[in-house]
């Protein structure tokens, strides 16, 4: 059982910054590949990026790649997802999610976090 929890969303200007990070629990994250997933209103949950256990491989969606980074720290079971050159529609909830599987741009994984707010101002 893994429990996922976001944080440093936020209001910020196109053009800005934000850094996303997701915390698990227990001691077996490095087991665990992640993805960043975003949904805005009145649309469908979309891919955003993923990572693979070591952080080794790396996947983006078109509309991020060049823009956004995803990372992940083992010895915090952190991952996070530094956004740079921000736009209005990048304007979602962002969640996290884990599977023990390298699911990529699959909405099938296993565990989801709460979400977190990116509101990006014209």
């Known amino acids: 059982q893994v429990q996922l929890v976001e944080s440093g969303g936020g209001l910020v200007q196109a053009g800005g910054s934000l850094r996303l990070s997701c915390a698990a629990s227990?001691?077996?994250?490095?087991?665990?590949?992640m993805g960043w997933f975003r949904q805005a209103p009145g649309k469908e949950r979309e891919f955003v990026a993923a990572?693979?256990?070591?952080?080794?491989?790396?996947h983006y969606s078109d509309s991020v790649k060049g823009r956004f980074t995803i990372s992940r720290d083992n010895a915090k079971n952190t991952v996070y997802l530094q956004m740079n050159s921000l736009k209005p529609e990048d304007t979602a909830v962002y969640y996290c999610?884990?599977?023990?599987?390298?699911?990529?741009?699959?909405?099938?994984?296993?565990?989801w976090g709460q979400g977190t707010q990116v509101t990006v101002s014209s």
């Open positions: 227990g001691r077996t994250f490095r087991s665990y590949a």
């Open positions: 990572i693979s256990w070591s952080g080794g491989s790396t």
């Open positions: 999610a884990a599977d023990r599987a390298l699911r990529w741009d699959s909405e099938r994984y296993d565990y």
